[in-house]
């Protein structure tokens, strides 16, 4: 049955001319070529935990300093890092409303989940996708939870289900772009809360949300699903906070983000 959010879509598609949804101009894709071809995305080397581009060295232990202090989440994998048109995709799709970009961001997620089913991440044993959960006050400003949409969309391509019960945001919290690691740490410490326990019991999963910074909020999640029973906890995110050693650096403009209340 198609629902409401998708019939919207549906009709706009009708009544305006096709254009790019992330830079306006005309044509048949949802993301055009030009906009594809500025995507930074994620290859090796990278940490083999959590996906963070690794500055070019020498062969050694392919782990970041964070992960070799220990995470809570099994292991992450994002598109491509946060910068350049997928940062104004991600933006546009959250901020802006524009659900379409849900289908191609969905799409690229997929491309991911695939690369790892070969000597990756155990991604295609996971039970479910679970969307990192919106504050209820927070869903009903934006009109729409953007991780849960991500979540529909990408369980279309790899036919798992999603469950969006079990876990829930029961406190507000402040914007993460504001805070420091610390604080972003803090921020969500006791934000989330793991439900239905007797689902959650012996599984694997895949937390879904649109970005990874730090990894604060992923790993409260990941956190609360494991002592629920979890056997372990994945995440995937369409983008990935910039390394400051990366050219891309260069190009950020976190005060873009700031202002959208990221």
């Not at 949804?21 to 995507?39: A, K």
């Not at 995305?41 to 964070?66: F, S, Y």
């Not at 729409?144 to 036919?159: H, K």
């Amino acid at each position: 049955m198609m629902t409401l959010g998708r019939l919207a879509d549906e009709i706009a598609g009708l009544l305006f001319p096709p254009r790019c949804q992330v830079c306006g101009e005309l044509g048949d894709d949802l993301i055009c070529s030009s906009c594809r071809e500025d995507m930074v995305l994620i290859a090796a080397p990278r940490c083999v935990h959590c996906g963070v581009p690794l500055p070019p060295t020498p062969a050694g232990p392919n782990l970041c300093a964070e992960c070799r202090q220990g995470r809570d989440f099994s292991g992450a994998r994002s598109v491509g890092l946060h910068t350049g048109s997928l940062r104004q995709a991600v933006l546009r799709y959250k901020f802006q409303r524009r659900r379409r970009l849900a289908k191609p961001l969905a799409e690229m997620l997929a491309s991911v989940f695939e690369a790892e089913t070969s000597g990756g991440l155990p991604l295609s044993g996971c039970a479910a996708l679970v969307p990192v959960p919106l504050y209820p006050a927070r869903r009903a400003w934006r009109g729409f939870d953007q991780a849960e949409l991500l979540c529909r969309r990408l369980s279309e391509i790899v036919e798992l289900p999603v469950w969006t019960d079990v876990l829930a945001r029961i406190r507000d919290t402040q914007p993460q772009v504001e805070l420091s690691g610390r604080e972003r740490r803090e921020n969500v410490r006791g934000a989330f809360e793991a439900r239905h326990r007797y689902r959650l019991k012996g599984k694997s999963l895949i937390l879904v949300d649109d970005v990874f910074t730090t990894g604060a909020t992923l790993s409260a999640c990941a956190r609360m699903l494991r002592k629920a029973g979890a056997t372990a906890v994945y995440a995937l995110t369409v983008t990935r906070g910039v390394p400051s050693w990366h050219p891309a650096a260069l190009q950020a403009e976190p005060g873009d983000d700031r202002a959208r209340g990221r």
